[in-house]
């Protein structure tokens, strides 16, 4: 058994979502959102945690974090366990980061998501985009959605990750997955060679470059439903994001394009339970209507919010919105909500009342 085994051991029993390892600190982890130390863990020292990172990592990754200083990979603890690693260099010498993935894959009914999300997996072709910082579960969502599609339909389903984190068997679909530095060489490689392999659903795990991203609108165009994470926080600065990524003589044309394309963007951000037992996600939802297609035509990004305001009737909502019902129905703590609120002055009187009666 790996030494660092008994680590993920502790965290698990201490459940914990991720374990953080730092030469120079204890073992941590993370705690519905605290960072905890392991109990009765030492301080790590360049030789033990080589010897936890070099034993589970394979020979081409090691080589590849030595020489470059970072590297992701998926480790595998017996059966039963599956942990998405990144292995990284810090000022003070080694560290890595390790999430569990859960083997179970939820179900949208499990994760209890909007109506509108069931909608999205019924489509044909478009892109639809899963947004929101790391941590913030978007790969549980768009594993449930996959999910979803793969119970119910007869469709081909492709997958590229970096790494892979959930492993989909096939039910009424047929799944390939495919890890990007293992099956292919990028993104933007494995997207290419998507238009000969007969796809119905392709799902691109970061579409962070403008190739990956010009490759995966023009796929959504082409009668391909496409599924896609970024890591913005809205759906505005999602929009504004891939528009940027282009210089800007072809701005213009990608805005058209993805007005086309584009059926919704869900953004996402994890709160803490009011109980303290776990975490729920406030989901913002963008459905590309006739007048969120002309705001992203125009470029007139910052219309996009009072498009969801009143979209509601379409399934629209806005994060405000969002982590104002999680906050009426006793969910999230209002001091919760006017943390990840974007309007503060919104929770601000709310979290005065609740901090006023502790």
Known sequence: MPAIDKLFHS?????????LLLEGQPPKFRQHGHIVPLANEPTLTHATLTTYLQEICPANHWDKYVNTGDADFAYAMGATDRFRANYYKQVHGYAAVFRIIPVKILTMEQLGVPQKLYEFTRLRSGLMLVTGPTGSGKSTTLAAMLNEINEKYARHILTIEEPIEFVHPHKKSI??????????????SALKAASREDCDVILVG??????????????????????GTLHTNSAAKTIDRIVNVFPPGQ???????????LRGVVSQTLCRKADGKGRVAAQEILVSNTAAQAAIRRGEIAKLNSVMTSGGFDGM?????????????????????????????????????EEGAH
């Open 11 to 19: 965290m698990k029993e201490g459940g914990g979502s991720d374990l």
């Open 175 to 188: 799944i390939t997955q495919r890890e990007v530095g293992e099956h292919s060489q990028s993104f933007a």
């Open 206 to 227: 970061e579409m962070r470059d403008l190739e990956t991203i010009a490759l995966a609108v023009s796929a959504s165009e082409m009668g391909v439903l496409v599924f």
């Open 251 to 261: 701005q213009p044309q990608i805005r058209t394009m993805l007005a086309g394309s």
């Open 317 to 353: 909502i806005t994060m405000d919105d969002a982590l104002n019902k999680l906050f009426e129905s006793g969910t999230i703590t209002a001091k919760e909500a006017y943390m990840k609120s974007i309007d503060k002055n919104r929770f601000a009187e709310a979290m005065k009342t």
